[in-house]
């Protein structure tokens, strides 16, 4: 497929403008480029054609089943995005006076309120542009909190082994050290070696990053013992909320022991997640952390609407510029209040449902990691496979893009040899969980008669097997004129 600089012809345009009306203006040189951008030049035929190109060749939830693990790539009603198309929300500017966004100001301090109700917190803040950042965010809360209180000692932070890969970043850039604690057979966070790493020097605890359920989605029933363990050493407790479509409305983070948490807004609440964003990681609190939240935070007027409180001398600054994606917030809105107090519980049962269907249904051939009841997700070992006949899970990954099926995640969490990692996800249909398990079974069966065959998956794809590591490490986005 040609690039759309090689589609380029010098002279072809698609746009007919009339003839200007009014009196031009040169600006001055020191203002001009020295050379005119290197911009394609097509008609609007070529790239009409262009993208539908593109489009055609990705594969997305419009497309068909989309189940990787740990990401949540769910269907997402359209009325939100009608919603957030409405003038009076995506035509403001973070500038205008706040008299004049009164409307945009009820939304974060609604959804503020409604998220904390589903999460045990009791404030939120919408800064974090992703989750990532609400992770950094988080934790700066919680050394906000140790260094007001004169505990500077507190320098580590615990993160399980079966974590997402960014909490242990997040801890470092934070400035912390990392304790890893290993987890136990059934999967949870091995409470022993949690004790031991907690008792060596508890005064240094700062804090526990954590997610429950957890990365190989199963809910931890030691949760309440975990938090407490961390607390009666003076650190505090940090919730990633990535796997929260497992449990909202049904269990709270905040009554399982946890003081902060983020949100993955572009998971959870309704705003397509992949394509490089917009994302939101929304950051919530207790109320003694409050005080840190990034400024300014939405606040409820002396005499009725709503104000900025700028007045924070202990806040951690803003982590980023006015009031963080607000257009992902409209829609989070919009899905809560769609689904409302009945629904929002019902579409976390729905995902733990579609996920244990799908499990059970998968067992008589496939190897779980964990036998036992999951939540939104499960994980796959394709270890023996490997060591038998030689198909790895990235083999069979590849197989299954021949079959109409986007791959899970592959080779996470690190726990777990040749994983792969399944999430159904709410918005999938019985019809559609029973043909996806009979095309991992029927590429499970080619894998077992043709081995061979499986290192040439896929074969119908417009683009085979790349180089990933070189892609990954030396991504050429550059086009060479």
Not at 12 to 19: A, M
Not at 322 to 340: A, E, P, Q
Request: glycine content about 8%; charged content about 20%.
């Amino acid at each position: 497929m040609k690039l759309v600089f090689e589609l380029s012809h010098p002279g072809r345009s698609c746009s007919v403008l009339p003839k200007c009306d009014v009196p031009t203006v040169k600006l001055q040189s020191s203002l001009l480029r020295e050379k005119a951008p290197r911009l394609p030049e097509l008609s609007e035929n070529d790239i009409s054609r262009h993208y539908t190109r593109l489009a055609n060749r990705a594969f997305g939830v419009n497309c068909g089943f989309y189940p990787l693990g740990s990401c949540t790539m769910k269907y997402n009603p359209r009325v939100n995005e009608e919603i957030a198309a409405l003038s009076a929300f995506n035509g403001v500017h973070p500038l205008q006076p706040t008299h004049t966004v009164q409307g945009c100001m009820e939304v974060l301090r609604t959804t503020e309120k409604l998220l904390a109700e589903i999460t045990g917190m009791d404030n939120v803040t919408f800064q974090p542009a992703a989750g990532a950042h609400g992770e950094y965010t988080g934790v700066l809360l919680i050394k906000a909190y140790h260094q007001n209180r004169k505990d500077e000692k507190r320098t580590k932070i615990v993160v399980p082994d079966s974590a997402h890969g960014t909490n242990p970043a997040t801890a470092v850039m934070a400035g912390y050290t990392v304790i890893n604690v290993p987890s136990n057979s059934e999967g949870g966070i091995d409470i022993e070696k949690l004790r031991e790493a907690v008792d060596v020097a508890p005064e240094e605890i700062a804090g526990l990053m954590l997610t429950n359920p957890n990365t190989v989605g199963i809910f931890d029933k030691n949760i309440l013992t975990i938090t407490e363990i961390i607390h009666n050493a003076g650190g505090l407790c940090y919730y990633d909320g990535a796997n929260l479509n497992a449990i909202m409305g049904n269990i709270r983070p905040g009554d399982m022991g946890f003081d902060v948490i983020h949100l993955n807004l572009h998971k959870t609440f309704s705003t397509p997640h992949g394509g490089g964003g917009p994302g939101s990681g929304a950051v919530g609190c207790k109320k003694f952390l409050a005080q840190f939240l990034p400024k300014p935070h939405v606040i409820d007027g002396a005499n009725g609407g709503y104000d900025f409180n700028r007045d924070m001398p202990l806040s951690i600054g803003k982590v980023k510029d006015f009031y963080g994606n607000f257009l992902v917030v409209v829609r989070t809105l919009s899905y809560i209040l769609t689904l409302g107090r009945e629904g929002i519980p019902e579409a976390s049962r729905i995902a733990v449902l579609n996920a244990n269907y799908m499990m059970k249904q998968l067992s008589d051939v496939f190897e779980m990691a964990y036998d036992t009841i999951c939540m939104h997700e499960f994980v796959i070992t394709l270890e023996k496979m490997h060591k038998d006949i030689n198909v790895s899970a990235l083999d069979f990954a590849k197989g299954l893009l021949d079959n109409g099926i986007h791959p899970p995640t592959m080779y996470f969490p690190l726990i777990v040899h040749e994983a792969l990692m399944i999430e159904p996800t709410e918005t999938e249909g019985k019809d559609t969980l029973d043909e996806a398990v009979s095309v991992f079974k029927k590429v499970y069966d080619l894998s077992v008669a043709t081995p061979e065959n499986m290192h040439n998956m896929p074969l119908k794809a417009a683009i085979r097997r790349p180089d990933e590591v070189k892609a990954a490490r030396e991504p050429n986005i550059r086009y060479t004129f």
